[in-house]
């Protein structure tokens, strides 16, 4: 029997096209979408299985012309952009990565939290400009100040457990209060940024949590405050956090995920105040390892007839 065709669409972890190539007949999908739109054309109707990522899965007059894909796995926890609702229409299973990731994610939440409280970017900049200490103003300490975290799910719950080593003072906000945990659960956003030094997002993307970070809650996080993004930055109002951070409202930001990537607004270029990173805060080699892995057995799975490992739920 013909080995299945699977469409790999998006940057892959270095463990899987071996892999796949083993097991499918791999069409690897091309970067100029002119290029892609011929390779569709060609091999469309053949693919039945697609290896994807959490943000460069295809939109859905993509996913039309693959008539007979029956299942998208997702190196990623995020399933913001993987149209989900469509795919339940045309019976497509959905697979991610969820908790192989968690603990790089939360380490990076941590290093975005201490270089941006600590300067360390400003200090690397001083001294690679041969300025040493010239112009470099005192930074502020991260051991024992407030932490909020917007989502305390399977990262939030591990950056509170790293947290917890710096006697940071933990607070949450989620839609449910979770009685397994004893940090203090505030059912307003805006209460929970106004009581924190540091506000870390790491809450799922899409609409409902659309530009939840607004410039009320900037406000309420005040002028001392930080705010760190490691979930999707749809859930942050970016002119309002550049406002905030032009005007001194806040004291300064870390950001993995923006709201229009890989796009970068010019002000945030400018702004001293601000660490950016490109959307790599499970980039280890490790995990993303772990993440192919997974992209690779569950595809395997679904084609031998096995349960899948990680569906979506
Ligand atoms: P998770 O275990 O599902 O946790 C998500 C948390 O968010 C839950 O505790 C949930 O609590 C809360 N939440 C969901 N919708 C909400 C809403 N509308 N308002 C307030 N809280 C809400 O997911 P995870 O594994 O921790 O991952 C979280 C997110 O991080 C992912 O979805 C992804 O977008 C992002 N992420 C980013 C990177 C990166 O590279 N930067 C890597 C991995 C993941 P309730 O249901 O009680 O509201
Ligand atoms: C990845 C992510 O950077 O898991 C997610 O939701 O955003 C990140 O782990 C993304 O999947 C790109 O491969």
């Known amino acids: 029997m013909s080995r299945p065709a699977v469409l790999v669409a998006g940057r892959m972890p270095?463990?899987?096209?071996?892999?796949?190539?083993?097991?499918?007949?791999?069409?690897r999908l091309p970067d100029s979408a002119n290029e892609a739109d011929r390779m569709i054309d060609a091999v469309g109707p053949l693919i039945r299985g697609m290896a994807t990522n959490a943000v460069q899965a295809p939109?859905?007059?993509r996913l039309e012309r693959l008539p007979a894909l029956e299942i998208m796995a997702s190196?990623?926890?995020?399933?913001?952009?993987?149209?989900?609702d469509y795919a339940r229409q045309r019976?497509?299973?959905?697979?991610?990565?969820?908790?192989?990731?968690?603990?790089?994610?939360?380490?990076?939440?941590?290093?975005?939290?201490l270089a941006t409280s600590r300067q360390l970017l400003r200090a690397d900049r001083n001294v690679r400009a041969g300025r040493w200490l010239d112009g470099l103003s005192l930074a502020h300490r991260v051991s024992g100040k407030r932490?909020?975290?917007?989502?305390?799910?399977?990262?939030?719950?591990a950056i509170a457990q790293r947290a917890a080593a710096f006697d940071m003072t933990i607070g949450y906000h989620q839609r449910r209060r979770n009685a397994d945990v004893a940090y203090r659960y505030y059912d307003r956003l805006v209460a929970l940024a106004a009581d924190s030094d540091f506000l870390v997002v790491v809450v799922p993307g899409g609409p409902a949590?659309?530009?939840?970070?607004?410039?009320?809650?900037l406000e309420a996080l005040g002028p001392e405050g930080i705010l760190i993004n490691v979930g999707r930055g749809s859930t942050v109002d970016e002119p309002a956090l550049i406002t905030a951070l032009t005007q001194g409202d806040i004291r300064g930001a870390g950001l993995d995920v923006l709201?229009?990537?890989?796009?970068?607004?010019?002000?945030?270029?400018?702004?001293?105040?601000v660490v950016l990173a490109p959307h790599y805060a499970s980039a280890t080699m490790e995990t993303r390892t772990a993440m192919g892995q997974l992209v690779v057995d569950n595809l395997r799975a679904h084609f031998d007839g096995r349960a899948l490992l990680t569906p979506v739920a």
């Open 91 to 113: 019976g497509i299973r959905v697979t991610h990565t969820p908790d192989v990731l968690t603990d790089d994610v939360a380490d990076f939440a941590l290093l975005l939290m």
């Open 259 to 273: 709201a229009n990537e890989p796009q970068v607004p010019d002000a945030l270029h400018a702004l001293d105040n």
């Open 209 to 217: 949590t659309d530009r939840m970070v607004d410039a009320v809650v």
């Open 147 to 157: 932490l909020g975290i917007l989502g305390l799910g399977r990262i939030g719950q």
């Open 75 to 84: 190196s990623g926890i995020g399933t913001d952009a993987l149209n989900l």
């Open 14 to 27: 270095p463990n899987v096209l071996d892999q796949l190539e083993a097991s499918f007949t791999v069409y």
């Open 59 to 61: 939109p859905i007059d």
